[in-house]
């Protein structure tokens, strides 16, 4: 009977962790793995697959979670980005996970009876119900708002949880970022531990992000032996194994991912689009702008932070002057100019893509109309403030589209053999719960 | 926001989706300064109708006692959300007739995904003749004819469900268009702007 043999199927699932680690490029783990920096992270590679992932474009923290987590492209889920602008505005907002339009993995979860714990993903503020236990990650301003069920905050408090590292003490010297990003790290995995070890659960997400507040600020660190944060930077991946082997030795029949957002390469520029916009009369912005609701009139087109180009058409945007058929033109003719952005005769610009090659699905009205994507070296950035194209900040390292990290203890004869994209880790958990994956989900489970 | 008062009434088989889509429903309208009460059928089963069985007669009352409160709620201009198996045609109109404002919402979804999705584990004991008086198993179900609004929760996930519904609820005029909810008040946006200047991101 059709019935009996659903119900029999359930019995057979089992449950599913996620580790993930912000940032951390797959290049950067099979060096560690080679160097003996991360012994733990050999031991389960030599029985599992290490594989080289794909994220999101853009391939920032918050887009690229979102699509993690509800295996959709941002067409579906809506998160284009930490800043967007208003519908019919120029006006600024910061998406949170009240505007995430998908349903997320651990929903699915939800919805078949399985309890999901999920700690420090990007872009889960403010804190949704759920069946199980949250903790929301960047951007969470109130511990109260972040946490679901309400009552874990003072074991939070109790703790000295961290919800995140103060990039700002950077200001004060590199050493006392150091400190905040050990110590914020010795905290996170306290409490990831305790609630592998206390709760009950199907699905435990565990997110690291002091990986990537390390390497905004020190990635220029292990490149270079005589660095004076070389051994540090070492030493805290070091911290990152002894996790993973804590992970590791708990672990009975349950399918283990370790899964990073995007890579991480060093910076040699970053380059200001809205002053190449500015510099090729394509935008015009108001006395001393602090953001791009400083445009002024007149303009055709502006630039968000990482590479995203919107053109300012009528009827879209307040101050709209391109016409609707004049759009496809002027999206051609600001590719064709952006291809030709070099450095010391070096083209910085690896590929621009239009809307409809990435985005597809209920809310793509609110992508950007064209992507940029630099090769390695080059951060696109958003600010409105510069008056060069480009500069050097504070920080030394850049988000990679095509290094990301996804580890799987299943052996590479039972997962397909294409490369995976960040929307396939959803399906592949729930499929190691025995679950359906609904058809809102872009991606497809690595499992053969 | 003071509002008009509604009934807004979930029909349909037992684990569909009925008290998660009030539930999300309720928030939003919360959110949107509505005031809005829900009236779930198991928990009316525990108070307001206690004692009450699963025959069709006490059934008929059950529902008539939840669209009674419902009618005295949406008339003080409470949003009053009901979420019922209700499987009875004939005293749904009855209540649609003696109410003011009534949207139906026929939470739609086959038997054998409800059977195999089984959350309360109910359609298992009832397959197994354990419990008497199931609706769609050994008890009818009678589809509404004319619902303002039909989700498909074997198809749409909840949130599609949800934000349909509200649509529909716009169209028809009861609530005005939300803007997107504020997450962050205005001195978190300053803090969460202060954190992604120090990361490069502003």
Known sequence: MKLFDRFKAKEKSKRAVLIGLDGTPCTLVERFIKDGTMPNMARLGASGSLLQMDTSIPDISSVAWTSFMTGANPGRHGIYGFLDVQPNSYKIYFPSSRHIKSETLWAVANRAGKRAIVINVPSTYPAQPLNGILVAGFVAVDINKATFPASLVPRL?????????????????????????????????????????????????????????????????????????????????????AFVGQIGERLKDETLLIMSDHGFTPIKQQVYLNRWLVDNGYLKLKDNPRSIEDIADGSRAFAMDPGR?????????????????????????????????SDNGTKIVRRVYERDELFSGPVVNFAPDLCVQSIYGYDLKGAVNKTQLMDREIFTGMHTQDDS???????ASALRSDKPHITDVAPTLLEALGLAVPETMDGRSMFR | MEGKGLTLWFTGLSGAGKTTLARIIETELRHRGHKVEVLDGDVVRTNLSKGLGFSKEDRDTNIRRIGFVCNL????????????????????????RDTGAFVEVFVECPIDVLAERDVKGLYKKALAGEIKHFTGIDDPYEEPLAPEIIVETDTET?????????????????????????????????????????????
Not at chain 1, 184 to 195: A, C, G, H, I, N
Not at chain 1, 311 to 328: E, F, M, R, S, W
Not at chain 1, 405 to 411: D, E, G, W
């Open chain 1, 309 to 341: 180009i919107y053109i300012n058409l009528q009827g879209k945007y307040p101050n709209g002057t391109v016409a609707q058929g004049d759009a496809a033109r002027l999206t051609a003719e600001i590719k064709q100019g952006l291809a030709e952005i």
């Open chain 2, 73 to 96: 709620l949406a008339r003080n201009d409470v949003i009053a959300i009901a979420a019922a198996i209700s499987p009875y045609r004939d005293i749904r109109d009855e209540v649609r």
């Open chain 1, 157 to 241: 408090q109790a703790m000295d949880y961290r919800i995140d590292v103060d990039a700002r003490k950077v200001q004060q010297s590199h050493d006392a970022l150091m400190d905040d990003v050990l110590l914020t790290l010795d905290r996170r995995v306290k409490l990831l531990l305790e609630l592998y070890d206390k709760e009950p659960w199907d699905l435990f997400i565990g997110v690291v992000t002091d990986t990537d507040r390390l390497q905004h600020f020190f990635m220029d660190a292990i490149e270079d032996a005589g660095h004076k944060y070389h051994t540090a930077f070492r030493d805290f991946y070091r911290h990152i194994d």
């Open chain 2, 158 to 202: 909840p949130e599609q469900s949800a934000a349909r519904i509200l649509a529909r609820l716009e169209e028809l005029q009861y609530i005005t268009a939300g803007s997107e909810p504020d997450s962050y008040s205005s001195e978190d946006e300053e803090e969460v702007r202060r954190r992604l200047e120090a990361l490069g991101y502003v």
């Open chain 1, 405 to 411: 990290t996804l580890f799987i203890n299943s052996p």
